[in-house]
């Protein structure tokens, strides 16, 4: 009976409840989605690589090298000569190396040139090796991995033959169609950027640049006629490259080396601390955003205490006559405090929902543009605290109408 | 005695010198019908607040059917109202949004006497004793007709089987046959259930039906003062 008043009463001031359901909503979507975005990039960003001691690539900053060697985003400043590559690899101290080779890409999906090193040495989240859905790594010099997200857009399936094309545009005026290459595997989806990634050997990178100057092929030259045994195909220059250590203990020993190495200028970063850089930097952007998120929540409470506070007004002599009937001064209290908290529930539901909404129509956009993989999981640990701290705060907010209640029916209203 | 008053005096206390009621001594047989009329501004809602609780009164003795009310908390005097006590009034009886079987609910809510299923029957009984149709009883009331409206007002206000039954300017808003029909509805009802009637009207020619009629300004002294 207590819910039922209550929500007939607020149906029957449905103008202006809608009006603060649809206030509340919207700043508890932007709430959540910020906060529902900033952990799911963290969360992303963190998974991507794992079991990786080091990253080495030209010299740049840390963050340049950490963001394009392996979110794939920005550009890199210099290639790596191959003879360095062999050189650090060769280490002793090193126990695996992934050379990876950019600039090229597949209908908007970049292309990463590596060996099959990569699939047997790369993981991902806690140490999680990549897998195949269906077929296996590239064995053969035009073989291509498709990663699981470019495989299920582009409708790809094992046996298609795709077209590479040079640079990294959506739109490419410079395909390099006359070696295409044949999906021999898809890759399981992984949450992170390698599922929007186009995985070929090295060799094949140097197939399809041959007889090719910086970005367009020479006139006249045709690499296809030349048949395969032919070629040259040890690589020149690579991206960047990836190395595990056979002890963390060498790790900052490897990486003086590296960046101290003499005939070429390098960066060796350990990803972890250039991510913690990352977030170091994102900190006050959180803080900014989740304060603004706040203050849109903090206005949407008072226009709701507003409207209760005038509602009362409106409700004199419904107020009355429940204290006619027997009504003590607390039940209106609760009453008051229920109808806003009916309100604050819409608004979650709807806020809730529209932020569901709004990631599921955005986050193939999110994750092909910005490389951000973000769940649909919004009902994080973080989130429901946020949840019942809006009820908490609704309450509060409520307080003040229901205490004006509360006082009038105590002086005999 | 259904009403005994003594030595009542009353002031709101954001005005504390000035009284709104004074009564020295006035009271209400048990079952006795009490038609009291007096002009607007007399104290009249300040009265029934009083006896219903709702007001506490600054000095002397309020008993309404054997309970000292000036001696009960807030919230027991709630509880007693809603156990004991059936109020009317003029218009604005009942919430307007929800339906007549909800608003006698809603009365019965704040009672003690509390079985669902009696009080399903109970409430359906009520209705088809005041004349409203079936398909009336879920409508929210505010869409029913003013004659309507105060028919289940009465519903809900027997619910409770009340000792007294208090009655602000209930016939104000009803045109001369609506009130007759009202008139001979209530007062066939009090007699049948043997409740205390308090009658408050300035309408004199509805004081015929009353066995005591009284003029406010002979029992609030305060009213003469000012």
Avoid: C
Wanted: aromatic share 8%; net charge positive.
């Amino acid at each position: 009976m207590f819910i039922r008043l209550a929500s007939k009463s607020l149906l029957n001031r449905k103008g202006s409840v809608l009006l603060t359901i649809m206030a509340m909503s919207v700043s508890i979507f932007v709430l959540l989605a910020v906060e529902h975005v900033r952990s799911q990039t963290k969360e992303s960003f963190n998974s991507t690589v794992s079991g990786v001691d080091l990253i080495v690539g030209a010299r740049t900053g840390s963050l340049n090298l950490l963001l394009y060697s392996v979110f794939r985003i920005g550009s890199p400043t210099n290639n790596i000569d191959w003879e360095t590559y062999q050189n650090i690899s060769n280490n002793p101290k090193v126990a695996w190396a992934i050379p990876i080779s950019l600039g090229d890409s597949h209908k908007g999906y970049r292309v990463m040139g590596t060996t099959a090193d990569y699939f047997k040495y790369f993981s991902y989240g806690s140490k999680r090796q990549l897998s195949f859905t269906r077929g296996k790594p590239f064995a053969e010099v035009f073989d291509v991995v498709l990663g699981s997200q470019v495989a299920k857009k582009l409708g790809h399936s094992l046996g298609d033959e795709i077209i590479l094309a040079h640079g990294l545009g959506k739109t490419s005026f410079s395909l390099h169609d006359n070696r295409p290459f044949k999906v021999v595997g898809i890759l399981a989806s992984t949450g992170t950027p390698v599922d929007q990634a186009v995985h070929v050997s090295l060799q094949g990178i140097e197939a399809i640049h041959r007889n090719w100057q910086p970005g367009v092929q020479m006139l006249g030259s045709s690499s296809a006629a030349e048949p395969l045994q032919n070629l040259e195909l040890k690589p020149k220059k690579i991206t960047t490259f990836m190395l595990g250590l056979t002890s963390r203990m060498a790790t900052f020993r490897v990486q003086r080396d590296i960046n101290n190495y003499r005939k070429e200028p390098l960066s060796a970063i350990l990803p972890g601390v250039a991510l913690s850089e990352l977030w170091q930097m994102m900190g006050l952007l959180e803080n900014i955003l989740r304060l603004i998120s706040a203050l849109i929540l903090i206005s949407a409470f008072l226009g709701l205490s507003a409207m209760m506070l005038t509602s009362i007004k409106e409700r004199e002599r419904e107020i009355q006559l429940l204290r006619v009937i027997g009504a003590p001064a607390f039940f209106l209290f609760l009453l008051i405090e229920l109808e806003a908290l009916l309100i604050s529930f819409m608004s979650m539901l709807l806020g809730t929902a529209g932020l569901y909404l709004s990631l599921i129509i955005t986050r193939d956009l999110l994750s092909s543009n910005f490389g951000l993989h973000i769940g649909l999981n919004i009902l994080s640990l973080n989130n429901s605290f946020l949840l019942l701290l809006i009820a908490g705060s609704t309450m509060i907010a409520a307080a003040i109408p229901a205490l004006t209640v509360y006082k009038s029916a105590h002086r005999g209203g | 005695m259904a009403i005994q008053l003594k030595d009542v005096h009353f002031a709101y206390p954001e005005t504390p010198d000035n009284g709104v009621l004074d009564i020295k001594n006035w009271s209400v047989s048990d079952q006795e019908q009490v038609f009291v009329h007096g002009p607007s501004g007399g104290g009249k809602s300040t009265l029934l607040n009083l006896l219903s609780g709702m007001l506490n009164a600054s000095s002397g003795e309020v008993t309404v059917l054997g309970e000292r009310l000036d001696k009960m908390n807030a919230r027991q005097r709630d509880r007693f109202r809603a156990n004991h006590i059936g109020y009317v009034f003029q218009q604005f009886n009942l919430i307007p949004y929800i339906g007549a079987v909800d608003n006698i609910q809603l009365a019965r809510q704040f009672a003690k006497k509390n079985t669902q299923a009696a009080l399903s029957d109970e409430i359906k009984s009520l209705l088809s004793t005041f004349n409203i149709a079936e398909s009336d009883w879920q409508k929210p009331v505010g869409k029913l007709s003013i004659g309507q409206q105060q028919r289940i007002a009465i519903a809900r206000a027997m619910i409770n089987k009340p000792e007294l039954l208090i009655a602000d300017e209930p016939t104000s808003s009803l045109d001369q046959n609506n009130r007759d029909n009202f008139m001979s509805e209530l007062m066939a009802l009090v007699a049948e259930h043997n409740i205390t009637l308090l009658f408050v009207s300035h309408d004199m020619a509805l004081a015929k039906r009353f066995s005591r009629v009284d003029a406010l300004s002979e029992i609030n002294l305060a009213e003469e003062k000012s």
